[in-house]
């Protein structure tokens, strides 16, 4: 502990040092004093004992006079170390004898051994703490007797060191005090730049301002010291200075490492990742609030066909611009993320009621059925939404966004630009889609599907085509309808397969139905919108033709005019190489959705299906009536053929044949029939 620091050890060892030094100097004072003092009352003694003798002389040259012996003695009494004195005659036969004042005699003491007595030497010596004189009385050559006086030295010595020592200790207190003092200010004033190192290190660590300096004086081996320390400073800060810049930069990088793992590159919107942990957060916090939330899931119609006709840069433009006016029309608090595609999702914060549900999803269909001003284009698209609350979905979040993803797609199903509030009734069909869905790829396997054939007859009544209808006898769902999973096939990729099928199979059996009509009747084939994007199966249909040597012009494609109209430049490039085989092209389901007639005069067609719908209302309405007349006026000024789908009355046919149409097809004719039905007949 003392020796910790420098300060301490160096302080420790001064006043060790200064102690020590006044010791040894103290002692050897003492000792000098001790001798001086012996010194001089040896010569004291010397004197007195001389005088004495000498007094005694007279005294007993002949006869003793005890009396005046013994006064001379007594004068001995002012000398208070005087233990005892003896006088002996010639003999060393003892004549008088004398005991100081203060001295009390013990028996060894005054038994003095002569013997040893006779021969000590005369004079004055030291000898066991007492001072003792022995003197010859008389001359040496006529000895009249011996004196002897012993003194006592020890004693009155240390009485006279102890007052010495009473003198003098103040005075070396005072001189140690002093040297002690001393000596601490001048470790002090040594210590004293290393001590502002100290705080400036301390402060340096409190402030962690790197740009402090030192001050440099003082003595050169602290002014060298300070300097380094500065110089050192100098280098920290500068490293310090670095350091933040690069600790700015990562942080910079960070931010923007963030934003391209969180937020849509394109839109800036929360992308994916984002949203769906935003999402698991609040289904957690409002199960734990007991509240509801609410999900929207759009999707715009018609993009694919924006990014065909105008290319991606307008694609790209287009989505910014849906996300700028969808922000504008939602509420602040909505999250609105973009999942990628055309695909976006809306989490709406509170749960908005029923009619403010129903307003927000209607402000957003009718805003974004605005044409939008991209470039120097007017395009127009749609939006389907989906919506869901948390409740049904039992705040999971992946339920829960498939729940808003079937009311999506319900949206889409009833004819787009609306919106659908998910029910659980709704997952049941999902179930069967996906069922459904998964079953498709095995039941081509397992020869699961067959083709019914309806036939078409011409306004004389007579066959003149069949129409190749699927059907699908599920092992594990029975019947299912072509209306029900071909949709499904649609939505799930798979109809391209499903469309494959029909071809070969319609190509196999081309001549066993041929052989039934020995005219010239046409089988027509359904392709669906997926289909006519794929040129690949152009190649697929020739070698199907190759291969079982089918004359093209018994094959008719029928397309739907939605799946025309959705991918024109595709379908019609796709079709003219179809009629450049030499099959001809019907447009199937006309007047069921769209109600343009231009693009007729652009398309490569032969003939015109006009939709169920028309047929039905016949003599119903008669709107219908005066439209179905005008289609079938327009088609013949166009050239096409005329085909009405779905007759299924007397009076029906009737009209269409009256009015010049020129095929017919429905249940009044035939119903749709297997091969070996038709071969019985
Ligand atoms: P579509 O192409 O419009 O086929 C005509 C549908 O009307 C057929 O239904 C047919 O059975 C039905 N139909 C014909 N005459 C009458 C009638 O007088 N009254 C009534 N009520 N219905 C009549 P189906 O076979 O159920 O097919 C439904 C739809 O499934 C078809 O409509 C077509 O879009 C699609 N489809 C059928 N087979 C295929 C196929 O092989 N490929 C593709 N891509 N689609 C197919
Ligand atoms: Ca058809
Ligand atoms: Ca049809």
């Known amino acids: 502990m003392l020796f910790r620091t420098i300060k301490n050890t160096t302080t420790t060892l001064t006043v060790v040092a200064i102690c020590l030094v006044c010791a040894a100097v103290l002692v050897s004072s003492v000792e000098e004093y001790e001798k001086l003092y012996l010194e001089s009352t040896r010569g004291d003694l010397e004197g007195l004992s001389e005088n004495l003798a000498n007094d005694l002389v007279s005294l007993i040259t002949t006869e003793p006079d005890t009396f005046e012996v013994t006064a001379t003695l007594l004068r001995l009494d002012r000398y208070e170390n005087v233990k005892y004195a003896v006088v002996y005659d010639s003999h060393w036969q003892r004549l008088n004898m004398y005991f100081g004042p203060l001295f009390t005699p013990s028996a060894s003491e005054i038994n003095i051994d002569l013997d040893r007595l006779k021969l000590s030497p005369l004079g004055v010596r030291v000898k066991d703490g007492e001072l003792i004189a022995l003197k010859l009385v008389g001359d040496a050559r006529l000895p009249l007797g011996y004196l002897l006086i012993v003194n006592d030295a020890v004693g009155p010595l240390n009485k006279s060191k102890l007052t010495l020592l009473k003198r003098v200790l103040p005075l070396v207190l005072l001189v140690l005090f002093v040297a002690i003092v001393g000596s601490l200010l001048i470790q002090r004033q040594l210590f004293l730049p290393l001590s502002r190192l100290s705080r400036f290190a301390q402060k340096i660590q409190e402030t962690h301002d790197y740009s402090l300096r030192i001050n440099i004086d003082g003595k050169q081996e602290v002014t060298e010291l300070s300097r380094d320390i500065n110089s050192m400073m100098e280098t920290i800060n500068s490293e310090t200075q670095k350091n933040i810049n690069y600790t700015d930069q990562l942080k910079e990088q960070q931010k923007a490492m963030e934003r391209l793992a969180n937020f849509d590159g394109l839109t800036g919107l929360p992308n994916r990742q984002f949203f769906m942990e935003t999402l698991r957060l609040e289904l957690a916090k409002a199960k734990r609030d007991e509240r509801n939330l609410v999900l929207m899931y759009f999707d715009l119609d018609g993009f694919k066909g924006v990014n065909d006709a105008f290319g991606h840069e307008v694609g790209d433009l287009l989505l910014m611009e849906v996300c700028r006016r969808t922000k504008s029309i939602l509420r602040d608090g909505d999250l ?312 299924e009355t007397r009076e029906q046919a009737d009209f269409l044949i009256a009015n010049g149409c020129h095929q017919l097809q429905g249940y009044l004719f035939a119903k749709p029939m297997s091969l070996l039905e038709l071969l019985k007949r």
């Open 336 to 647: 609105i993320s973009r999942l990628g595609g055309d695909e976006f999702l809306i989490l709406l914060h509170n749960e908005p009621n029923e009619l403010e549900l129903f307003e927000i999803a209607e402000r957003l269909v009718n805003g974004l059925n605005v044409p939008f001003a991209i470039q120097t284009w007017e395009v127009q698209i749609g939006v389907s939404i989906g919506i869901a609350r948390a409740s049904d979905s039992n705040f999971n979040v992946s339920e829960f966004i498939s729940n808003a993803d079937i009311a999506m797609y319900r949206s889409k199903m009833a004819g787009r630009s609306t919106h659908t509030v998910f029910v659980p009734d709704m997952m049941e069909d999902n179930k069967r889609r996906l069922l459904i869905a998964n079953s498709i790829s095995n039941a081509i396997k397992h020869n699961e599907f067959s083709i019914h054939y309806q036939g078409k007859v011409s306004a004389d009544e007579v066959i003149v085509g069949y129409e190749a209808l699927i059907r699908w006898n599920s092992e594990s769902m029975g019947v299912v309808s072509p209306a029900e999973f071909i949709p499904i096939a649609e939505q799930s990729g798979k109809i391209l397969s499903i469309t494959k099928w029909v071809i070969k199979k319609v190509c196999q059996e081309l001549d066993q139905l041929l052989a039934i009509h020995p005219g010239e009747i046409v089988v027509s084939i359904n392709l669906s919108a997926h289909d006519i994007k794929n040129t690949l199966l152009i190649d697929y249909i020739r070698t199907m033709f190759v291969r079982y040597n089918v004359q093209t012009s018994h094959i008719e494609f029928e397309v739907t005019e939605s799946a025309y109209l959705e991918n024109f430049d595709v379908a019609n490039e796709f079709l003219k190489q179809i009629r450049d085989m030499g099959c001809s092209i019907a447009l199937d389901d006309f007047g069921a959705g769209y109600s343009s007639l231009g693009y007729l005069t652009q398309i490569h067609l032969n003939t015109l299906k006009i939709d169920k719908q028309f047929v039905d209302n016949l003599n119903v309405s008669k709107r219908s009536t005066l439209v179905t007349k005008t289609i079938i006026e327009m088609a013949k000024q166009l050239n096409l053929q005329i085909c009405a789908e779905g007759v």
